[in-house]
């Protein structure tokens, strides 16, 4: 009996810190890449929109940043959070 309790509390513990590593997953930063100057279009309405529709759903955009191969800024990784 005492065998099967510590398996049972094992097992939970498991299932409870696989919870814990799936929220975390989910509150990681995705990120797509659009045209725009990352300094001054980050945050538009634009750049919202491009975002919802790369993840999906509505999203909350947490910054920009230009991308290293890109010497004139035309192109930027927009970073988000599902």
Known sequence: MRKFKRAAVLGASV???SG???GAAQAAEHSFETQGN?????ITKETQKAADEAAGHHVKVTHCERMP???GNTS???FYQA
């Open 76 to 78: 930027m990784l927009v």
């Open 38 to 42: 990352a300094s001054t279009d980050c």
């Open 20 to 22: 814990f590593g799936i």
């Open 15 to 17: 299932l409870a810190f």
């Open 69 to 71: 191969q890109d010497p």
